[in-house]
T-cell receptor, first 113, second 113 residues
Framework: DQQVKQNSPSLSVQEGRISILNCDYT??????FLWYKKYPAEGPTFLIS?????DKNEDGRFTVFLNKSAKHLSLHIVPSQPGDSAVYFC????????????FGAGTRLAVHP | DTEVTQTPKHLVMGMTNKKSLKCEQH?????MYWYKQKAKKPPELMFV???????INESVPSRFSPECPNSSLLNLHLHALQPEDSALYLC????????????FGQGTRLTVV
């Protein structure tokens, strides 16, 4: 049973426009969420996180929004740049202990000049 | 310093070989992880160490043997692997507690021949 879902396997955006990556979760006990960016053959790089006590967290061009009632979060990248082209993973921290991170399947973002 | 260092970067081994992957961090993180990632899939959790004790083993075959000699080091000993074990092996660490980010190493690209 997939507890963290990224239903869009890919997204194509023009440079300078907004990229919106979506993530849904099923476990209402999740209260901390993270976004990672990954290039091929490299480890994931932490981008931004959000706690359930907030509905928005912003860091430069990256903003994460959390809608707890809908069990939905999204990552906004504005403006998108060609260097943002990568796979983006949403992850949730398992509150059941043992520091477990649960990843979504990922969304491949392509930013075109 | 948010660096997690993994060695080697690439490894090719035969099915009868014994090899080890190494991971090191000096951020004072007390939770350390091994993940396995196949192409076009999300990272899949293998093991979690918390305060140098194994806290999660996600039903990983015994041909993978983790070891945490101290709070900065994590090893993954490999023996009698199969070609289907070829993957990117990722190490990560974080402070204990669910509201912290995990930092990943660059990974070891393992090929079993």
């Amino acid at each position: 049973d997939q507890q963290v879902k990224q239903n869009s396997p890919s997204l194509s955006v023009q440079e300078g426009r907004i990229s919106i990556l979506n993530c849904d979760y099923t476990n209402s006990m999740f209260d901390y969420f993270l976004w990672y960016k990954k290039y091929p053959a490299e480890g994931p790089t932490f981008l931004i996180s959000i706690s359930s006590i907030k509905d928005k967290n912003e860091d430069g061009r990256f903003t994460v929004f959390l809608n707890k009632s809908a069990k939905h979060l999204s990552l906004h990248i504005v403006p998108s740049q060609p260097g943002d082209s990568a796979v983006y993973f949403c992850a949730a921290s398992d509150p059941g202990g043992y520091n477990k991170l649960i990843f979504g399947a990922g969304t491949r973002l392509a930013v075109h000049p | 310093d948010t660096e997690v260092t993994q060695t080697p970067k690439h490894l090719v081994m035969g099915m009868t070989n014994k090899k080890s992957l190494k991971c090191e961090q000096h951020m004072g993180h007390r939770a350390m992880y091994w993940y396995k990632q196949k192409a076009k899939k999300p990272p899949e959790l293998m093991f979690v160490y918390s305060y140098e004790k194994l806290s999660i083993n996600e039903s990983v075959p015994s041909r993978f043997s983790p070891e945490c000699p101290n709070s900065s080091l994590l090893n993954l000993h490999l023996h009698a692997l199969q070609p289907e074990d070829s993957a990117l092996y990722l190490c990560a660490s974080r402070y204990t507690g669910e509201t912290t980010e995990a930092f990943f190493g660059q990974g070891t690209r393992l090929t079993v021949v």
